[in-house]
């Protein structure tokens, strides 16, 4: 099934910011790209999780800033709420270094918050997913991965969920070979 990222996130962007695109915010035309990066790498059902791990992340910060606190940035934040960390895969990298880069774009455009650009996208994602209108917005009920999974690449492309590796069964000692 071939799904249409970006004519979705322009479309739910001509929702939240109107018509004509004149209006809308200059950071807007630019993060596209690196948000269908995200999609693309990761898939219509890995990427609403993403997007929604790098909400949480950026809320982090602006947490922090406001109340002056130290942290480590945004970076940090999305490898912790990702756990991309627990393993390093080309969809994740991919998808990791795009997120840096469209938050890097949207912090420097002060007509905009970045928030409202992944509400977009998590809109752009459920468009023809079979989700239903009352599960659309920020979809948070849906989107939430549950404990013990972590985004990671599966054979021929795309992702899969797995467990982490300590909550699976120890690997069984194997003899030598002869």
């Given at each position: ?51 929604e ?6 809320q ?11 942290h ?18 080309l ?24 928030d ?13 997913s079979?989700?239903t ?9 849906i ?5 013990g ?6 054979p ?5 969920r ?17």
């Amino acid at each position: 099934m071939t799904h249409n990222f970006g004519l979705h996130f322009t479309q739910e962007l001509g929702n939240h910011f109107g018509s004509p695109t004149d209006s809308w915010p200059a950071s807007a035309e630019q993060v596209t790209p690196f948000f269908a990066i995200v999609v693309n790498a990761l898939g219509t059902d890995d990427a609403p999780r993403w997007f929604e791990a790098a909400r949480k992340a950026h809320q982090r910060v602006e947490t922090a800033e406001r109340d002056r606190a130290h942290h480590f940035g945004f970076a940090h934040h999305l490898d912790v709420e990702t756990e991309a960390y627990e393993e390093i895969t080309l969809p994740v990298v991919a998808a990791f270094e795009a997120t840096k880069g469209l938050y890097e774009i949207t912090r420097r455009d002060p007509s905009v918050d970045v928030d409202v650009f992944f509400d977009c996208a998590l809109r752009a994602c459920s468009r023809g997913s079979g989700w239903t209108d009352s599960t659309r917005g920020t979809c948070s009920g849906i989107l939430d991965r549950s404990p013990g999974t972590r985004f990671n690449a599966a054979p021929g492309g795309g992702t899969r969920r797995t467990l982490r590796e300590s909550d699976q069964e120890a690997p069984t000692a194997r003899p030598a070979p002869c």
